[in-house]
């Protein structure tokens, strides 16, 4: 697991390079499903890299299940500390790292890094390396 997991940093690190110059401001602007329209589609892979960095920060267990489903009436991430900031934002998923508000993204460049992560979740969990809302994120 470790080994995936480094993995997984490496294409992180890899995306943002890439996207650094339409850098997140972290305005978390996105992170309000409901008025997006749109929400990131984790993998396995990223849910348990998610997961651990709640770990790292004191949460587990029960507590970060009830983070995944909480999501209020606005329909915003459940990752959301209560100061509106991102509890997990070094390990982010991809659709996090890849939405930016403003300006044209490098398409290709993100389509080929979104086929590294398709096959990296399909060596962590083969059965089912498919990702799903981050809402319903169970892993």
């Given at each position: 697991m470790s080994a995936l997991l480094d993995e997984l940093r490496a294409l992180y690190a890899d995306v943002d390079a890439l996207m650094a110059p339409y850098s997140c401001d972290r305005s978390t602007d996105c992170c309000r499903f409901a008025v997006t329209g749109r929400e990131p589609y984790p993998t396995p892979i990223e849910r348990e890299a998610m997961v651990r960095a709640l770990?790292?920060?004191?949460?587990?267990?029960?507590r970060a299940r009830a983070l995944r489903t909480a999501t209020g009436p606005e329909r915003s991430c459940p990752w959301l500390d209560d100061s509106g900031g991102c509890r997990v934002y070094e390990a982010r998923p991809f659709g996090?790292?890849?939405y930016f508000?403003?300006?044209?993204?490098?398409?290709?460049?993100?389509?080929?890094?979104?086929?590294?992560l398709t096959e990296l979740a399909a060596k962590h969990a083969p059965r089912d390396p498919f990702p799903c809302p981050l809402t319903q994120a169970h892993s």
């Open positions: 770990a790292a920060r004191g949460v587990s267990g029960k996090c790292r890849t508000c403003r300006g044209k993204v490098p398409r290709r460049e993100v389509q080929t890094l979104a086929r590294r």
